[in-house]
């Protein structure tokens, strides 16, 4: 196995929540209790700090920039040409010099040598491999990964003082309940705001990219399947940040992120009922001469038109979508990029309600029509965030008495 692959494979199965134990098949009895020795308990380290490159070094890269990034990245194996943009995006250049700065609540450094170096040899060749970021040669001076797994965490000063100098930060996969226990109301969403008000550039895989909307699928307890979600769209595994729906007080929540919720692994597990369902709980109830629609609790109008309205994308494994900002008075756009050795088709589906759900309510199946669907399978493509416009819709989809139709709605 080379060193990226199992860079790679280590950093994916903490992503997943995967996790392996692997015992020695020849060890006798005798042996294993023969010479038993006990060591003094050791303190858990607040923190975990890793580093790749020289933290000391002199960076000139801009510490603020015009408008913002964000990478929005969809789980599975790093979209290596994500991580390229973000760097550039922030100004970095061959030297600058440059700090990214990759943050979560458990896992490894997996990341520092992928985003780091350019091949297995762990050079810094501007000649970079497939599966590599090769961040020296675009002018980066250091990878930091911080695991950051508790409130007292968050609020350390030490934490936040490195979190403070990145001028890339990446928050990894893993499980989002984390992020929303640990860091919701810390020291380290204060000092994430103060980088997002900087517009230094910001992405989430998976879970990363889970915390990223104005609205968050919280996970707190187990992850909801489209099938359960469908037929009670207020079952308890349907937990959200802001709890309740609000349009304030969410985790991070980027303006430029406004009105929307995201999802991950989204063709691979079968997600589209269960985004359906948190799309449609966003709904504000409305009252027609028929009854009323919507879901209780909901904070926004479904429309097929207009920029404030219940929204979200959803996106595959190995893809990302790299959303930026282009001035006062000009859209949000974004562009799809993979990997050039991926297999799949890493699509990403802009989710939008064009009529407020007719039957929404606890232990009861889910019912709504016309929910436009817009798929965006290439990379020359620009989607404009803002106005919802740049790819015609790929399907209306259906939701009646708990069943999405069509069943096949790739």
Request: one cysteine or more; glycine letters at 8%.
């Amino acid at each position: 196995m080379s060193t990226r692959t199992f860079f790679h494979s280590f950093s994916r199965c903490f992503q997943q929540g995967m996790f392996v134990l692997i015992l020695a098949p020849f060890v006798s009895s005798t042996s294993a209790f023969a010479d038993a020795t006990f060591e003094t308990a050791k303190p858990i380290p607040l923190y975990s700090y890793f580093a790749t490159g020289d933290i000391n070094a002199v960076v000139t890269a801009p510490s603020s920039l015009p408008t913002p990034s964000f990478v929005l990245m969809g789980g599975g194996p790093d979209v290596d040409p994500a991580f390229r943009w973000l760097i550039k995006r922030a100004g970095i250049a061959p030297g600058t010099g440059g700090r990214v700065v990759v943050i979560r609540a458990t896992g490894t450094d997996a990341y520092n040598p992928y985003i780091y170096y350019s091949d297995d040899a762990l050079t810094t060749s501007t000649t970079v491999s497939d599966l590599w970021v090769g961040g020296a040669s675009l002018g980066v001076t250091s990878v930091e990964t911080l695991v950051v797994p508790s409130v007292k965490a968050a609020n350390s000063p030490a934490v936040n003082a490195i979190l403070s100098r990145a001028n890339v930060v990446f928050i990894a996969g893993g499980d989002q309940s984390h992020y929303i226990r640990f860091w919701k109301g810390t020291a380290l969403e204060q000092t994430l705001k103060t980088l997002m008000n900087k517009n230094v550039p910001l992405g989430g895989t998976s879970a990363g990219l889970a915390v990223l909307g104005q609205f968050d699928y919280s996970a707190l307890y187990n992850s909801a399947t489209s099938e359960q979600s469908m037929l009670d769209p207020y079952y308890k595994d349907i937990t959200f940040d802001p709890n309740p729906l609000s349009l304030q007080g969410g985790f991070l929540a980027p303006p430029t992120l406004a009105n929307l919720i995201f999802d991950s692994h989204f063709d691979s597990r079968d997600r589209m009922g269960r985004f359906i369902t948190f799309i449609s709980r966003i709904v504000a109830p409305t009252t027609k001469p028929s009854g009323t629609l919507g879901c209780n609790g909901g904070v926004l109008p479904a429309a097929s038109s207009g920029n404030i309205t219940a929204r979200g994308i959803g996106i595959s494994v190995e893809t990302a979508l790299l959303v930026q900002g282009n001035g006062n008075g000009h859209p949000v756009t974004a562009t799809r990029v993979s990997n050039v050795s991926t297999t799949t088709e890493s699509a990403v589906y802009f989710v939008r309600p064009s009529v407020a759900p007719s039957v929404c309510a606890p232990k009861t199946p889910l019912s709504i029509f016309a929910v436009e669907v817009r798929k965006l399978s290439d990379s020359n493509t620009v989607f404009n965030l803002t106005d919802w416009s740049g790819v015609p819709v790929y399907k209306y989809l259906d939701v009646t008495s708990g069943q999405l139709s069509p069943v096949n709605w790739y």
